[in-house]
């Protein structure tokens, strides 16, 4: 169930919406009431930060990952590490429905698979889209893969799952017990993910490396943002998952901190950013931190434009995640 390619010997390799509107919704999920998001938004940090706050282990671990992850950079500006391997990331879906139309298919989920690597190997058509000026700093391939391995099926007659709960991660509260988290990157699909408020709208949320094989590590993502084929727009193009992926391999959102903007996230060739972007902003778009104006890098997958937006990661971007896999990082047991 895993497996590294071209035989490397140092292996590379936390979400979201609040503000919901009824929108190309499935007949049958409409006569539930299910409310799909209209804006994108991420509870990946606010989660994070609520379990670091309470759990002073948890804490260390989140401050040995940053120092491996920054060893890890400063080691490939030495020579020290070939960041030339691809590692293969096995992928288990739980899938948990509660009409037919909640229990998406298999195609949909092979969709899904094909627009991760397409965005984690730069093979998307849409990476063109790069801005000239941002071009020097796009990652290419992150030299990252998914390999669906499982899929797993329940029925529920659940209305809505809260994030704060990670009810839908456990058999004995009626959803599907991970499948080895140490070894496999686990997706939830759900009919729709709550806020701790009970709220819905929410895409997805996914758990940083800190997490890595805990009960509730990996994904929760709304049926209606897996894949293309049927899903709603304007997050219709997979990109959700590629988001929560990248905070599961480590990449917090571009103006870091949830409450206040313009913190860092790690890495130093993403423009500071006093917040998320939403809809399909045009380039340039000039935005200010500190007092200078900076041309935001909005078509990044970790801010928060729609689908057709998001085409890039950074080459800094790149790094944290493959430290994320190496031999000595958090993820090691995926590889």
Same mark, same amino acid.
């Given at each position: &169930?895993?497996?590294?390619?071209?035989?490397?010997?140092?292996?590379?390799?936390?979400?979201?919406? %609040?503000?919901?509107?009824?929108?190309?919704?499935?007949?049958?999920?409409?006569? +539930?009431?299910?409310?799909?998001?209209?804006?994108?938004?991420?509870?990946?940090?606010?989660?994070?930060?609520?379990?670091?706050?309470?759990?002073?282990?948890?804490?260390?671990?989140?401050?040995?990952?940053?120092?491996?992850?920054?060893?890890?950079?400063?080691?490939?500006?030495?020579?020290?590490?070939?960041?030339?391997?691809?590692?293969?990331?096995?992928?288990?879906? %739980?899938?948990?429905?509660?009409?037919?139309? +909640?229990?998406?298919?298999?195609?949909?989920?092979?969709?899904?698979?094909?627009?991760?690597?397409?965005?984690?190997?730069?093979?998307?058509?849409?990476?063109?889209?790069?801005?000239?000026?941002?071009?020097?700093? *796009?990652a290419g391939d992150v030299k990252i893969r998914f390999k669906l391995v499982?899929?797993?099926?329940?029925?529920?007659?659940?209305?809505?799952?809260?994030?704060?709960?990670?009810? &839908?991660?456990?058999?004995?509260?009626?959803?599907?017990?991970?499948?080895?988290?140490?070894?496999?990157?686990?997706?939830?699909?759900?009919?729709?993910?709550?806020?701790?408020?009970?709220?819905?709208?929410?895409?997805?949320?996914?758990?940083?490396?800190?997490?890595?094989?805990?009960?509730?590590?990996?994904?929760?993502?709304?049926?209606?943002?897996?894949?293309? *084929?049927?899903?709603?727009?304007?997050?219709?193009?997979?990109?959700?998952?590629?988001?929560?992926?990248?905070?599961?391999?480590?990449?917090?959102?571009?103006?870091?901190?949830?409450?206040?903007?313009?913190?860092?996230?790690?890495?130093?060739?993403?423009?500071?950013?006093?917040?998320? %972007?939403?809809?399909?902003?045009?380039?340039?778009? %000039?935005?200010?931190?500190?007092?200078?104006?900076?041309?935001?890098?909005?078509?990044?997958? &970790?801010?928060?434009?729609?689908?057709?937006?998001?085409?890039?990661?950074?080459?800094?971007?790149? *790094?944290?995640?493959?430290?994320?896999?190496?031999?000595?990082?958090?993820?090691?047991?995926?590889?």
């Amino acid at each position: &169930m895993k497996k590294v390619l071209f035989g490397a010997v140092i292996l590379f390799l936390a979400s979201c919406n %609040n503000d919901v509107n009824s929108v190309n919704e499935p007949a049958e999920a409409e006569s +539930q009431n299910v409310q799909v998001a209209s804006k994108r938004a991420c509870p990946s940090d606010e989660i994070r930060e609520e379990a670091l706050k309470n759990d002073p282990a948890l804490r260390a671990r989140f401050n040995a990952n940053q120092l491996q992850s920054d060893n890890y950079s400063r080691d490939i500006s030495m020579g020290k590490v070939l960041a030339d391997g691809t590692v293969e990331i096995p992928v288990v879906f %739980n899938v948990i429905y509660n009409t037919s139309a +909640q229990n998406i298919s298999d195609a949909r989920i092979a969709e899904q698979i094909a627009v991760l690597n397409a965005d984690y190997g730069a093979t998307n058509s849409d990476v063109s889209n790069t801005p000239a000026a941002f071009q020097p700093y *796009t990652a290419g391939d992150v030299k990252i893969r998914f390999k669906l391995v499982a899929t797993n099926r329940k029925q529920n007659s659940k209305t809505g799952w809260k994030s704060n709960l990670n009810e &839908m991660k456990k058999a004995s509260t009626g959803g599907i017990d991970a499948t080895d988290a140490t070894k496999n990157m686990n997706i939830w699909v759900v009919n729709s993910i709550l806020d701790a408020n009970g709220q819905a709208g929410t895409l997805g949320y996914a758990y940083y490396p800190e997490s890595a094989g805990l009960w509730y590590d990996g994904l929760a993502i709304g049926y209606q943002y897996i894949g293309k *084929t049927g899903a709603s727009a304007p997050f219709n193009l997979g990109r959700t998952v590629t988001h929560e992926v990248g905070h599961y391999l480590n990449l917090p959102h571009l103006w870091g901190s949830t409450d206040t903007g313009c913190q860092t996230d790690y890495s130093n060739d993403t423009p500071t950013s006093p917040g998320p %972007n939403y809809g399909v902003p045009s380039y340039p778009l %000039n935005r200010t931190c500190g007092g200078v104006s900076r041309s935001q890098m909005f078509m990044n997958y &970790m801010d928060y434009v729609d689908d057709k937006a998001m085409v890039m990661f950074s080459a800094n971007q790149k *790094t944290r995640m493959q430290a994320v896999v190496a031999a000595s990082g958090p993820r090691a047991g995926l590889r």
